[in-house]
């Protein structure tokens, strides 16, 4: 579909190729600088673990396999590292907003670009782009995979079903919600189904012998792609395949034919009863439902504030044009409206990440209604309707700024801080790093012991490293949850680490490093000279963590 001369592009790939390449620029530059959030540094330790141990089997607790593997070659590549941990999820991010182009037939040209401008400096999609977690990688690529299905319908290439089942593939090994997707998809298709039919008596139709007709349609186009969709759908469950499936058994299965249904049998069935003996449980949703949606809802205000107005605007003004709603307009706000109302039900913690499955979709159209503003707006100076290029000039400044003012608000000035209610709450605050420097600094010069950790919380009885088994599910050993992210960076630092609750171990070790809880602090502090004692946050705004860093 192309619009007026006002809403045309000469050349509007170049332009999406250019913000694309800012979007990438945007979530490259510094993207080790911020302290790993817990849940990242235990996820990555856990990825070292699976390396040294040279084996994996699926744990729901860190949900799907695609960080693991992937990052495990990242790891190999460019060694582990805050920067390297980011990387996939950055590159994904950077390019999520060539996937405007795939509307090229659904929207116009002005259109797409504002998508590819939202999908890029979206604050919310910009911080989660810059953190090491699947549901930014989910999100992309499950909208990847519904613009190849659109673009198949729209040119009639079964090549697109191919790349769609590899999408959606990719997709289903990031994280188990994906399945959430597939509800929504079908309530909106429902939906759109509804608008043919309620359309239909003000067009002389019987809506009874229309939703027949609508319906033996759509089974004839799918029996007509069926070879494709077949291929389609073999792709996606050679990824899933590939990825569940437990390591090294598959290789070894794969030599050993014999040893397939055992293997598959793990991959499917074990996988599905570990997904719902643990997120199955409604122990994991036990919470209030409106504190939850308020939670999200102040996310999209506060990281998202452009995307969320502005896709009401679009998705009215699409609605009652003259010509009739464009059915991915819809689509995508019906998709983005039910992740709104229908994840403060499932989610088992209240997280800024939930608004990433919402943000996605909803930004078509929020598209829609700012290119609806700006064409109003060069109409207006066409016209020279001084008024009206006022208005719009207004919504689009109060637009941007939102947006890069959010941007830089939520990534730049309080990444880390209470204030901002876009980070989780277990992201340490403050700045870590020059400590955490120093650590390495001392690990690698000291013989022996190089880092205690003082404290009932922090103790662990007969510590040790390099255990070679599976088992992640504590960490290895008690304490550990208590020190994260700690142990990721004393895992890369190579440290010798230990633990003691009793406070005159140190009236005869010096170790280089103490660290201790700042309540616990004052058992030992006077017992350790020429350290440097250092405060900092573990969570947002409590658990502080002192370290003893000797000088």
Same mark, same amino acid.
């Given at each position: 579909?192309?619009? &007026?001369? %006002?809403?045309?592009?000469? $050349?509007?790939?170049?332009?999406? #190729?250019?913000?694309?390449? @800012? !979007?990438? =620029? /945007?979530?490259?530059?510094?993207?080790?600088?911020?302290?790993?959030?817990?849940?990242?540094?235990?996820?990555?330790?856990?990825?070292?673990?699976?390396?040294?141990?040279?084996?994996?089997?699926?744990?729901?607790?860190?949900?799907?396999?695609?960080?693991?593997?992937?990052?495990?070659?990242?790891?190999?590549?460019?060694?582990?590292?805050?920067?390297?941990?980011?990387?996939?999820?950055?590159?994904?991010?950077?390019?999520? &907003?060539? %996937?405007?182009?795939?509307? $090229?037939?659904?929207?116009?040209? #002005?259109?797409?670009?504002? @998508? !590819?401008? =939202? /999908?890029?400096?979206?604050?919310?999609?910009?911080?989660?782009?810059?953190?090491?977690?699947?549901?930014?990688?989910?999100?992309?690529?499950?909208?990847?995979?519904?613009?190849?299905?659109?673009?198949?319908?729209?040119?009639?290439?079964?090549?697109?079903?191919?790349?769609?089942?590899?999408?959606?593939?990719?997709?289903?090994?990031?994280?188990?919600?994906?399945?959430?997707?597939?509800?929504?998809?079908?309530?909106?298709?429902?939906?759109?189904?509804?608008?043919?039919?309620?359309?239909?008596?003000?067009?002389?139709?019987?809506? @009874? !012998?229309?939703?027949?007709?609508?319906?033996?349609?759509?089974?004839?186009?799918?029996?007509?792609?069926?070879?494709?969709?077949?291929?389609?759908?073999?792709?996606?469950?050679?990824?899933?395949?590939?990825?569940?499936?437990?390591?090294?058994?598959?290789?070894?299965?794969?030599?050993?034919?014999?040893?397939?249904?055992?293997?598959?049998?793990?991959?499917?069935?074990?996988?599905?009863?570990?997904?719902?003996?643990?997120?199955?449980?409604?122990?994991?949703?036990?919470?209030?439902?409106?504190?939850?949606?308020?939670?999200?809802?102040?996310?999209?205000?506060?990281?998202?504030?452009?995307?969320?107005?502005?896709?009401?605007?679009?998705?009215?003004?699409?609605?009652?044009?003259?010509?009739?709603?464009?059915?991915?307009?819809?689509?995508?706000?019906?998709?983005?409206?039910?992740?709104?109302?229908?994840?403060?039900?499932?989610?088992?913690?209240?997280?800024?990440?939930?608004?990433?499955?919402?943000?996605?979709?909803?930004?078509?159209?929020?598209?829609?209604?700012?290119?609806?503003?700006?064409?109003?707006?060069?109409?207006?100076?066409?016209?020279?309707?001084?008024?009206?290029?006022?208005?719009?000039?207004?919504?689009?400044?109060?637009?941007?700024?939102?947006?890069?003012?959010?941007?830089?608000?939520?990534?730049?000035?309080?990444?880390?801080?209470?204030?901002?209610?876009?980070?989780?709450?277990?992201?340490?605050?403050?700045?870590?790093?020059?400590?955490?420097?120093?650590?390495?600094?001392?690990?690698?010069?000291?013989?022996?012991?190089?880092?205690?950790?003082?404290?009932?919380?922090?103790?662990?009885?007969?510590?040790?490293?390099?255990?070679?088994?599976?088992?992640?599910?504590?960490?290895?050993?008690?304490?550990?949850?208590?020190?994260?992210?700690?142990?990721?960076?004393?895992?890369?630092?190579?440290?010798?680490?230990?633990?003691?609750?009793?406070?005159?171990?140190?009236?005869?070790?010096?170790?280089?490093?103490?660290?201790?809880?700042?309540?616990?602090?004052?058992?030992?502090?006077?017992?350790?000279?020429?350290?440097?004692?250092?405060?900092?946050?573990?969570?947002?705004?409590?658990?502080?963590?002192?370290?003893?860093?000797?000088?």
């Amino acid at each position: 579909m192309r619009g &007026p001369r %006002t809403d045309r592009f000469a $050349r509007p790939l170049p332009v999406l #190729l250019a913000i694309s390449g @800012l !979007a990438l =620029l /945007l979530r490259i530059v510094g993207l080790g600088a911020r302290v790993a959030h817990q849940d990242e540094a235990r996820v990555a330790h856990w990825i070292l673990h699976y390396k040294s141990v040279g084996a994996w089997e699926y744990r729901a607790i860190i949900h799907g396999p695609f960080l693991p593997h992937v990052n495990g070659v990242v790891f190999d590549l460019l060694g582990p590292s805050d920067f390297s941990m980011r990387l996939v999820v950055a590159v994904v991010g950077g390019l999520l &907003p060539l %996937t405007a182009w795939l509307f $090229r037939d659904r929207l116009r040209d #002005l259109e797409m670009v504002v @998508l !590819a401008g =939202l /999908l890029a400096l979206n604050p919310v999609l910009l911080y989660y782009s810059r953190f090491m977690r699947n549901d930014l990688l989910l999100g992309a690529f499950a909208f990847a995979a519904f613009g190849f299905v659109v673009r198949a319908i729209d040119t009639d290439d079964r090549r697109y079903l191919l790349a769609a089942g590899v999408a959606f593939g990719l997709a289903a090994t990031t994280k188990e919600n994906v399945l959430l997707y597939l509800v929504t998809w079908a309530g909106a298709l429902v939906l759109l189904f509804d608008h043919r039919l309620f359309l239909a008596r003000h067009r002389g139709r019987d809506w @009874l !012998a229309l939703g027949r007709e609508l319906s033996e349609g759509a089974l004839r186009g799918l029996w007509r792609v069926r070879h494709t969709l077949a291929g389609g759908l073999l792709a996606l469950a050679v990824i899933v395949i590939a990825f569940y499936s437990p390591k090294p058994d598959l290789y070894r299965a794969l030599g050993n034919p014999t040893q397939l249904p055992g293997v598959l049998d793990a991959t499917t069935l074990g996988t599905w009863e570990k997904f719902t003996d643990l997120w199955g449980s409604t122990g994991m949703q036990e919470h209030s439902y409106v504190r939850f949606l308020g939670h999200l809802l102040l996310v999209m205000g506060v990281g998202g504030a452009t995307t969320t107005i502005f896709s009401g605007i679009g998705f009215v003004a699409d609605r009652y044009r003259e010509a009739g709603p464009r059915d991915v307009v819809a689509f995508t706000f019906y998709w983005g409206l039910a992740s709104v109302l229908g994840y403060p039900i499932v989610s088992d913690i209240m997280a800024g990440w939930t608004a990433v499955h919402a943000l996605i979709p909803l930004a078509v159209p929020a598209a829609v209604g700012l290119a609806l503003v700006i064409r109003k707006l060069l109409g207006a100076l066409e016209r020279d309707d001084g008024r009206l290029a006022a208005v719009t000039v207004v919504l689009l400044v109060l637009a941007a700024t939102a947006t890069l003012g959010g941007g830089l608000a939520v990534n730049v000035l309080y990444p880390t801080e209470k204030a901002n209610p876009v980070v989780q709450y277990a992201q340490p605050a403050g700045d870590m790093k020059p400590q955490l420097a120093r650590i390495e600094e001392l690990s690698a010069a000291n013989e022996g012991i190089d880092v205690v950790f003082y404290g009932e919380e922090y103790y662990t009885p007969n510590e040790t490293r390099g255990d070679a088994s599976l088992d992640i599910e504590t960490g290895g050993y008690a304490g550990w949850f208590a020190r994260l992210p700690l142990p990721w960076y004393l895992e890369q630092y190579d440290a010798n680490v230990t633990s003691t609750t009793d406070p005159e171990y140190f009236e005869e070790n010096q170790p280089p490093v103490v660290i201790t809880l700042r309540e616990e602090s004052g058992d030992i502090e006077g017992r350790l000279e020429g350290y440097e004692r250092t405060v900092r946050q573990g969570y947002l705004s409590d658990r502080p963590v002192v370290f003893f860093i000797r000088e």
